[in-house]
């Protein structure tokens, strides 16, 4: 099974950054989308950001459009998500998952199994 460690979360300002990192233990990292998800306290997690291995193509939650980017690091085996003038509603613990080579941000066709550990993101002025 695939190991996924995601870190850099943390206290954060509105209208501040910060930057999100996902480690992949998978030799075929290369060939595969990942995708970064959130979850809210009460709330159901959502599909943020997704990034194709085969062409890097980018997709975005029209929440987070304009002010999140996904990029990752072949070579780090690592997927990022740096997050720039964060909002209240960007609080959550943000989880990243792979499925398979297509981006696909429906939570629901992932499994259980699919995440990391997650990284909590407060924002508080």
């Known amino acids: 099974q695939e190991r996924l460690v995601e870190s850099g979360g943390g206290l954060v300002q509105p209208g501040g950054s910060l930057r999100l990192s996902c480690k992949s233990s998978?030799?075929?990292?290369?060939?595969?989308?990942y995708a970064w998800f959130r979850q809210a306290p009460g709330k159901e997690r959502e599909g943020v950001s997704c990034?194709?291995?085969?062409?890097?193509?980018?997709y975005y939650a029209d929440s987070v459009k304009g002010r999140f980017t996904i990029s990752r690091d072949n070579d780090k085996n690592t997927v990022y998500l740096q997050m720039n003038s964060v909002i209240f509603e960007d609080a959550a613990v943000y989880y990243c998952?792979?499925?398979?080579?297509?981006?696909?941000?429906?939570?629901?066709?992932?499994?259980?199994?699919?995440w990391g550990q997650g990284t909590q993101v407060t924002v508080s002025s």
């Open positions: 998952a792979t499925p398979g080579p297509i981006c696909d941000l429906d939570v629901s066709h992932y499994q259980p199994e699919s």
């Open positions: 998978a030799i075929t990292f290369d060939y595969m989308a």
């Open positions: 990034i194709t291995g085969t062409d890097g193509r980018t």
